[in-house]
């Protein structure tokens, strides 16, 4: 047994694996998220509940902007995941009524994580209203006014749908094109292709176009599925979720081939597609766990996962109803990835058997 | 003396389409008997019954003594078996391997000691003891294979296509192997594609398209068909059912 | 037509030597084999002339090709089938046949009297799957694949291997006629009988060419003579000649032993057997066939 060292990496090495990534670098819990904090009034109070807030380790506060245009465009780029905005005259109120809103604004494409900072900065407020109560004053009533942006049912499905997409899309293309190519060497017919006039490139294009137009038909059924039981439709352009969905399962493709040149059975490939790429897909793309909250290494490690980019674009078309503008940035980062991807496994694609 | 190998219109159908038919015949101890046939013809699904790894449709067979639908247990070990594959673990040393399977078919330490001693001596591979079976050269695997498949002392062994793709020499010092199994008195039934094997076998039964075309001799079949050899004899009954197949 | 020089090839980083120090050459028209048992070299060699493998060292040409600067021009017009009857195995006939016409740039109907002979064969089974077709049948549509786009010499590794007797007497009945047609053909196989059918062949035995000749002058140059002795305890007999002094050499062949002498005991032999009790033993003298040329060169 010790003798087979493949196996015996699989049998130690991934439980090893596993444990590290679970216990440190991947957690639901949520730390650092950026917010931004709209202080209309800035009396005492705001003051106080502002530097609690930045005290806190939950938050990390962006900047501190003044127009709800600001704000709103901070949503759409993504980079803000919630906004504490304090009305004017906050403090007057406070002394008048002893009840004054705050208004909170989460950004709920990832419901599970609206939820946690709304619920900490609730925790937080709260605090403060028990705080001035022990002092002898009647408490104060602070309460936090939600809103819940793109997606205000909180429902799960606006943020595992376009997950499954990436997931699916990308097992279907590197698992089945990298099958597929091995397949054939296996058989013996692959040789037979090579001693003949037939070009290598049309070989290759032979092995991905089926592919290719398979996750084309799954995209359109993911997203009519998704449109019909779960309530869920695109908001933005269909025309450009497809383009970005192409380029993607293009990259795919292109993994699938790279694959394929180094695998010497069917199961090797499977494996090689499992591991080489579902793990990391399910891990990096940021649809089960946040990948603000990793370790920095495995941030860094995730900007090389395509599917998270790829992601980012189906939320920002599908829930937020963005264009182009909002998404050249990732489409172009796909496109870099999938010429390079493409660049190498040509040149590496084997006209001859060894 | 009773028979090893008796069957009675042993036969195996899927579904509709019959494999193998009213298989009757009967093997004698210390015999070599040639299993042959065309692949298709049914040679693998007759073998595969006879060593209780298959239940038969319809029919009888016993082997050495065991019933062969309810006692494929006691078959199992009363019986060695080489396939093509040679069915040795390429990661295992040769004494692991024969320890391995001396240990399957239940035998002592002690016993597997000496029994692994004797062997390697046999195939002249006591140097070879600790070597991984992998790096072993095609001629010694096949022999080892077949040493282990008797290391277990059966009354019946089991041979299917033992000496595919070997070199001449290696061939005959297989069947060297054989013969000494022989005369120590095991039953060998051994199923292959090289004619001029056929001819070491007491006898011989050819199948075709499922059924027992011919069950005899070598030397009368050759007789009987006017050939010179058994290559010719199995050609005159293999070409009418070419006719008749696919 | 095909030239090898001092072809060398090894796998694993030098650990394992398939191929040791090859030359030979086969001529236009001519039906070529290279006999051998498994791991004596023969699908590497086949491999480096088709252009999947580089060889270590060497050189090797195919039809005035160079095999590693000019490999697309051999890939354009040389045909090959590799072990294992590679086909699809959910095409039907029909449809394998199309693929491959299709990616030699050809249709069937182009070459269709070149593989008439063969395709009429398995041609009312046309619509069947490649998977279900029995092995004779594999090896002739292979082959029609392989002929598909006329091509001016055929590379076959082991075509006949694993297939039953009736269909490999066909196959090489089949390869004559390809002869004639002035195709160059190189097949191996592990079967020496037959080598007989060829124009000359090479016998090979890991990685090493042990003799390159027509069957009949390997034949000519076994050196001692041969005799078949016959007895009805077979076994007995191998052991009783094997223990006489004098023999030099003691193989069983069906059901006869052919033996050779060190020097002319043959009378000898004979008296020493009938004590040992064999009543009925025969010798005769006989012509060596290419199985025991073989055996004699792998001492």
Known sequence: MFRDKKTLLMLFGLPIAQIVLFGFALSNEIKNTKIVVADYSRDAVTRQLVSKIEASNYFDIEESLESSADIQAAFKKGTIKMAVIFPENFANDLLHTRKATVQVIADASDPNLATTVTNYITQIINDYNTESGIAGIRPLQIVPEMQMLYNPELRGAPNFVPGVMALVLMLVCTMMTSVAIVKEKELGTMEILLVSPFRTIYIIIAKLAPNLLISVVNLFIILILSAVFLDLQVKGSVLLLVFCSILFIMTCLSIGLLLSINAKTQQAAMMGSLMGMMLPTMLLTGFLFPIENMPLIMQLLSNLVPSRWYFIIIKKVMLKGLGWGAVWKETLILAGMCTLLFAISLRRFKIRLQ | MAPVITTDRLTKRFGQFIAASELTFQVEKGEIFGFLGANGAGKTTAMRMLCGLLTPSSGKASIAGFDVYTQTEKIKKSIGYMSQKFSLYDDLTVAENIRFYGGIYGMSRALIREKTDELLQELQLQGEAKTLVRELPLGWKQKLSFSVSIVHGPEIVFLDEPTGGVDPVTRRQFWDLIYGAVDRGVTVFVTTHYMDEAEYCNRVSIMVDGVIAALDSPARLKAQYGAANMEDVFYELARNAKRKAD | ?299
Request: with cysteine; glycine share 8%; charged share 25%.
């Open chain 3, 1 to 299: 037509m095909i030239q090898l020089s001092n072809i060398k090839k090894t796998y694993n980083k030098g650990a394992v030597t398939a191929v040791k120090d090859i030359s030979f050459s086969v001529e236009q028209g001519e039906l070529f084999g290279l006999i051998g048992p498994d791991g004596a070299g023969k699908s590497t060699l086949f491999r480096i002339l088709t252009t999947l493998l580089l060889a270590d060292e060497g050189q090797a040409v195919v039809n005035g090709y160079d095999v590693v600067k000019d490999y697309k021009q051999i890939r354009k017009g040389v045909g090959y089938m590799p072990g294992k009857f590679s086909l699809y195995q959910d095409l039907t006939i029909e449809e394998n046949l199309n693929f491959f016409a299709t990616v030699f740039g050809t249709t069937i109907r182009q070459n269709y009297d070149l593989i008439k002979d063969i395709y009429q064969q398995i041609e009312p089974f046309k619509d069947r799957r490649a998977g279900k077709l029995s092995g004779g049948m594999k090896q002739k549509l292979a082959l029609c694949c392989a002929l598909i786009h006329k091509p001016t010499v055929l590379f076959l590794d082991e075509p006949t291997t694993g297939v039953d007797v009736v269909s490999r007497k066909e196959f090489w009945q089949m390869l004559k006629r390809l002869k004639d047609q002035g195709i160059t053909i190189l097949v191996s196989t592990p079967y020496m009988d037959e080598a007989n059918l060829c124009d000359r062949i090479a016998l090979i035995q890991k990685g090493e060419i042990l003799s390159i000749d027509t069957p009949q002058g390997i034949i000519r140059s076994f050196p001692d003579r041969l005799y078949a002795i016959h007895s009805s305890n077979t076994y007995k007999l191998l052991k009783d000649v094997r223990s006489f002094a004098g023999i030099r050499s003691c193989f069983a062949f069906g059901d006869a032993l052919h033996v050779s002498f060190t020097g002319h005991q043959e009378e000898a032999l004979l008296s020493h057997l009938h004590e040992k009790g064999h009543d009925d033993v025969s010798m005769s003298s006989i012509t060596p066939g290419i199985e025991d040329c073989f055996i004699h060169l792998l001492k």
